[in-house]
């Protein structure tokens, strides 16, 4: 007969990275979070609007910013764990994550200018003020995951990190994934969603 | 007190009290003459003691914060402050010209004020709450800058703390921004950008990191918890502030003649203006709920905790009442502004003023374990009484406010009351208001009465853990 423990597992599981990240990530989720109810309150109210917008954007480097936003990740989540392991090959994970997610900067700023040079910006109407404000501030948001995936790439350089301690990679990789996690919800909702 | 040096804060608090009390005082003026309109006509009109309230306000703040910062800034760093000499200099030009410039608003009219001091050069005069001659704002300014010298030379030569950096940050900040006072367009749109950028990115930027720097300093000082800990916390309190408070600006913006989107941008950051607040409440209710020693002075815990609190519903809640732009559309400058405002600046900046003080002058008067129980209860009598009134002066000005708006700005044009009859028909809120108001002048009377209490708190078996002067 199989033995059935019902012993409470002793949970030694803890929440990744720092819970001030945590509390940081929710803020800037809440942020998001009420744009997006303002641009899905602002598209019922004026859908003409909004699809004339929508027919202006560039779908494919919105799809190309996705995957790269993506494959990003994914080269960090590894990080993550190969950190964790105490395994090789943390650092060109990062630098990997880094240039990856450079193809997503380029190409918004691409589009960026493309549009600017249509004469497009915030004040054209309501849907291009939520496509620039929204897609900027998210834009700053990936600049600052860039320069924080800069910082642990260089203290694993360093030997600053050997797996012991994840606090600081963990707290990392987990504002990048909310940088993720935005732009996961951004697409569809400005580039696709009819 | 670690540092000899330290004790040039005791002036710069005591000159912040003084302006407190005549700052209450030409409240009381105020409100005497919403209801008894010619009260003190043509000796002090309306407009002239508003000034005095709001520019004295704004003085002693700045009074208290750089008494804090003094008091705190060598403690953090670990070391004597870079220049004692110079701190009691600039206290002595910056409590010359700062009373002279009251003198001036009160004794001679502004049109005469802005010849006197050579307007016409650089004029700035004119904008509410930056109504000092342009030759004050310039004392202002090189005060500041000496003040952040010698802050900056003696943090730079110690041990940097968080606490420290936020605070000078912050008060960088507030140099920087002040400057935008000098600049005044004569397009009416662009002027009230510059203005904000004074008047909001202070009180909803900058300030609010030395407001949560002086409140995380008095928290390792009165809970013993552990510094990394308090660090923790000040650093997502002040990205929260900065986060919402630098684009929350655009509440400001909702009216004044920018781009519509300023009404969508303004609305949504803004409303969360609250949260940075409302980790303070967090913040200091959980540091002294982990508290690893139980310190004598309970009247600065009481202050302590009383700030987190009153700024979170005065600046928290109240603001958030009148941010959305659909709210805004009615409520834009009525009383429900006044109300805001007042529990915002007593919850939020009064309050932790009020805070050092209560920690720091005991200490400064060879009280290192606080006043005696009889002055910390006559303090905390201080306490509740201003406090308590000032929730109810809130809360008369809301009722107004409400009111103002049912009759004034709701109604269709041909239907709305006037501006002075809807001010007739509100005039029993402010009675009330004034009521509240001598009741705050009596705990104000009593907060000063708790200094001539002598004696001091000792350093009982209630302490656990470390010792006091640790951290």
């Known amino acids: 007969m199989t033995h059935l423990n019902l012993a409470p597992e002793t949970d030694t599981r803890q929440l990744p990275g720092d819970i001030a990240v945590w509390i940081f990530i929710f803020a800037e989720l809440a942020v998001f979070g009420i744009m997006f109810i303002g641009f899905a309150v602002a598209r019922s109210l004026d859908p003409a609007t909004f699809h004339a917008g929508r027919e202006a954007l560039h779908p494919i480097i919105g799809l190309i910013n996705t995957a790269a936003l993506i494959t990003a990740s994914y080269f960090v989540a590894t990080a993550v764990h190969q950190l964790r392991q105490k395994l090789p090959g943390v650092q060109w994970r990062l630098w990997l994550a880094i240039a990856v997610s450079c193809i997503y900067t380029v190409g918004k700023m691409y589009e960026y200018v493309n549009l600017y040079s249509q004469g497009y910006n915030l004040g054209t109407d309501t849907f291009f003020m939520f496509y620039f404000f929204l897609t900027f501030f998210h834009f700053m948001h990936v600049i600052l995951g860039q320069v924080i995936l800069v910082v642990l790439a260089v203290k694993v350089g360093n030997g600053d990190y050997d797996g012991s301690d994840m606090n600081g990679m963990e707290s990392g990789a987990c504002y990048w994934h909310m940088v993720d996690l935005v732009w996961l919800v951004l697409f569809p909702m400005i580039y696709v969603l009819a | ?471």
Not at chain 2, 34 to 59: C, K, Q, S
Not at chain 2, 370 to 398: K, P, R
């Open chain 2, 1 to 471: 007190m670690k540092y000899e040096s330290q004790r040039v804060a005791m002036p710069y608090f005591i000159f912040a009290l003084v302006l407190f009390a005549g700052q209450i005082v030409f409240g009381l003026v105020l409100g005497m003459q919403y209801v008894v309109g010619d009260f003190l006509f043509p000796e002090i009109p309306f407009n002239v003691a508003r000034m005095v309230h709001t520019n004295l306000l704004i003085v002693w703040l700045l009074f208290g914060f750089m008494g804090a910062t003094y008091y705190l800034v060598p403690e953090e760093a670990q070391t004597e402050l870079y220049s004692p000499l110079l701190a009691w200099i600039l206290f002595w030009v910056f409590a010359v010209a700062g009373t002279l410039t009251i003198l001036g608003y009160l004794f001679v009219d502004y049109a005469t004020l802005a010849d006197i001091t050579m307007n016409k050069l650089l004029p700035t005069m004119g904008r509410e709450f930056l109504e000092q001659p342009t030759v004050t704002k310039i004392g202002i300014a090189l005060v500041v800058v000496g003040f952040l010298f010698n802050i900056m030379m003696t943090a730079l030569k110690g041990r940097k703390t968080v606490v420290n950096i936020v605070l000078i940050t912050g008060l960088i900040g507030l140099a920087v921004l002040w400057l935008f006072s000098f600049y005044n367009p004569s397009n009416l749109t662009t002027d009230k950008y510059f203005w904000w950028f004074v008047v909001h990115l202070w009180v909803e930027g900058v300030w609010e990191l030395i407001m949560a720097a002086i409140l995380a300093y008095v928290l390792i000082k009165l809970t013993g918890v552990d510094r990394e800990v308090i660090e923790k916390w000040l650093y997502v309190i002040i990205a929260m502030a900065l986060i919402t408070g630098i684009i929350g600006t655009g509440h400001h913006f909702f009216w004044i003649g920018p781009p519509e989107y300023w009404l969508w941008l303004g609305s949504v950051f803004s409303a969360l203006e609250p949260l940075p607040f409302f980790m303070m409440v967090l913040f200091a209710f959980t540091m002294i709920n982990r508290r690893k020693r139980n310190h004598p002075n309970k009247a600065a815990i009481l202050w302590a905790m009383g700030t987190a609190v009153m700024a979170f519903l005065g600046a928290g809640v109240w603001g958030f009442l009148h941010t959305l732009a659909p709210i805004n559309y009615y409520t834009h400058g009525t009383q429900l502004t006044a109300a805001h405002g007042h529990m915002a600046f007593y919850g939020a900046y009064v309050m932790i003023v009020l805070t050092i003080i209560s920690y720091a002058v005991p200490i400064m008067r060879g009280r290192p374990y606080g006043n005696s129980n009889t002055a910390q209860v006559v303090e905390m009598w201080g306490f509740w009484l201003m406090t308590i009134s000032m929730v109810f002066i809130t809360l008369f000005l809301t009722g107004a406010g409400i009111l103002q708006i049912w009759l004034q700005r709701i109604p269709d044009s041909g239907e709305a009351l006037s501006f002075m009859a809807t001010q007739d028909n509100i005039a029993l809120f402010y009675w009330a208001r004034m009521i509240a108001g001598c009741f705050f002048m009596a705990g104000l009377v009593v907060y000063f009465g708790s200094f001539f209490i002598k004696g001091q708190a000792s350093f009982d078996e209630e302490v656990r853990g470390a010792t006091i002067q640790d951290a």
